[in-house]
């Protein structure tokens, strides 16, 4: 267990301190306060348990983050009521990103009428600056600005991956909240700087999003009922606290184990290799997957059975069949189950024309679908757990957003050759 003792206190806001962490240079130590402030720190009252409240939000909205490929800046929970995160130089611009017009959207837009829906979500982008009520910034202002952070200058492409990584952070989210029923209305986040790379960082909890039960503005679960009381009287403060409990009570639902299974069926056991390229692929996407061998041309009612056996288990399977040659067995498990069959014949180059046929020209009746890579055959799966499975979705939906942000950075490293 690495040494947490703080060091030196490195900054102190409204509602956090940050302390270096002597132990382990390049970390610090975010320790949460029991102060809730509104209108840039115009409203500020003490509130026993907000720290513990916000820090477990904060933990578990990261670790998903983390989970799931995202970039962010946690390392890992220090204590009830502060976590370690890597030291950063923060940008000092809030990162806020909508899919519901409400709030202020409303009084800087006159005519949109609250509730209009963003698709895709709208992003806006305001400078930290509480003595000037953080000043909207354009994306042109924001570069024309050249803000330096940690070694490095906020240009057009740091802007790209700031804008991008903020959409990314709030489906995630928005997604992740849908599964029990509750509507991200908006949100904001902060990034920062360590060792030259830019990351999530500060904290995203009922201070940073509007969370609406149901989707229903009155049951609002977060910060926007403080900042709307009209007099703050003790029993106020009570309610605004029980609501960030009621989310923080809520936390575990947002990283499930995964309920889904992929199972690849082998008709040889010299298929093994094609076949663990496709598990790989699964497992990275955050997919349970299993291979079995059976053949539906010499052993049908143990396909058949192997089938039967998944289908008991009540959680949601898709099956791939991997056979070279003939593949019998993907379209015979198909006739067999509800459940989706992906083809992924191994094919050789040389026969590939004339055995994939077997697997594309199928009896009327059928619905299994073929895709000619492992990888791709991994994916599909995900995708169609993805559909009930927020945590698969938000893998696939990070795995598109860094692949947009690799190609970025290859073409900004090109350029400068
Ligand atoms: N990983 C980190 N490394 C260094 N500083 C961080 C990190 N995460 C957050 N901070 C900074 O910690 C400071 C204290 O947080 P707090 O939210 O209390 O400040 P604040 O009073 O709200 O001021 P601000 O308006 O800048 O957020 C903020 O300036 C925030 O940017
Ligand atoms: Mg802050």
């Not at 910034?137 to 802007?159: H, Q």
């Not at 619905?367 to 492992?374: A, K, L, R, S």
């Amino acid at each position: 267990m690495a040494d947490l003792t703080p060091g030196k206190l490195l900054i102190e806001g409204k509602t956090k301190q940050i302390f270096e962490l002597p132990k382990q240079p390049g970390a610090c130590l975010v320790q949460s306060k029991d102060r809730i402030t509104a209108g840039d720190g115009v409203r500020a009252h003490n509130l026993t348990g907000k720290a513990e409240i916000s820090t477990a939000t904060t933990c578990k909205v990261f670790e998903l983050l983390n989970t799931v490929g995202l970039k962010t800046h946690y390392i890992k929970r220090a204590s009830e009521t502060a976590f370690v995160s890597k030291k950063c130089d923060m940008i000092p611009i809030e990162w806020v990103t909508r899919r519901v017009a409400t709030g202020s959207f409303l009084k800087r837009n006159i005519g949109v009428k609250e509730g209009y829906r963003f698709n895709p979500p709208k992003l806006e982008t305001f400078f930290k600056d509480d003595a000037n009520h953080d000043p909207q910034w354009s994306e042109e202002v924001l570069i024309a600005n050249e803000l330096k952070c940690g070694g490095i200058t906020i240009g057009k492409d740091e802007v790209d991956f700031m804008n991008r990584t903020s959409v990314a952070v709030f489906e995630v989210l928005e997604k992740a909240w849908a599964s029990i029923d509750c509507a991200l209305i908006d949100m904001k986040i902060e990034f920062g700087v360590a060792d030259g790379e830019l990351m999530v960082a500060d904290v995203i909890d009922s201070d940073s999003w509007r969370l609406w039960p149901s989707g229903d503005k009155r049951l609002m679960k977060d910060k926007q009922v403080y900042r709307d009381l009209q007099v703050v009287t003790q029993e106020a403060l009570d309610e605004v606290k029980a609501n960030f409990k009621w989310i923080a009570e809520r936390l575990d639902l947002l990283l499930p184990s995964p309920k889904a299974l992929v199972v690849v069926l082998m008709g040889s056991p010299s298929d093994e290799d094609h076949c663990k390229k496709i598990v790989k692929t699964c497992r990275d996407m955050g997919v349970p997957c299993q291979m079995r061998v059976t053949s539906a041309h010499k052993g049908p009612e143990e396909t058949l059975s192997i089938i039967a056996q998944y289908e008991g288990t009540g959680i949601p399977t898709i099956f791939i069949a991997v056979a070279g040659r003939s593949n019998g067995l993907g379209p015979v498990t198909s006739g067999n189950t509800a459940y989706p069959v992906i083809n992924c014949p191994p094919v050789k180059s040389d026969t590939a024309m004339r055995d994939v046929w077997s697997s594309l020209d199928v009896p009327s009746g059928l619905g299994c679908v073929t895709v000619m890579y492992p990888e791709a055959a991994g994916l599909a799966a995900a995708q169609m757990l993805g559909l009930t499975n927020h945590v698969i979705w938000a893998r696939l939906r990070v795995k598109a957003l860094n692949n947009y942000l690799s190609i970025k950075a290859s073409d900004k490293k090109i350029r400068e050759f």
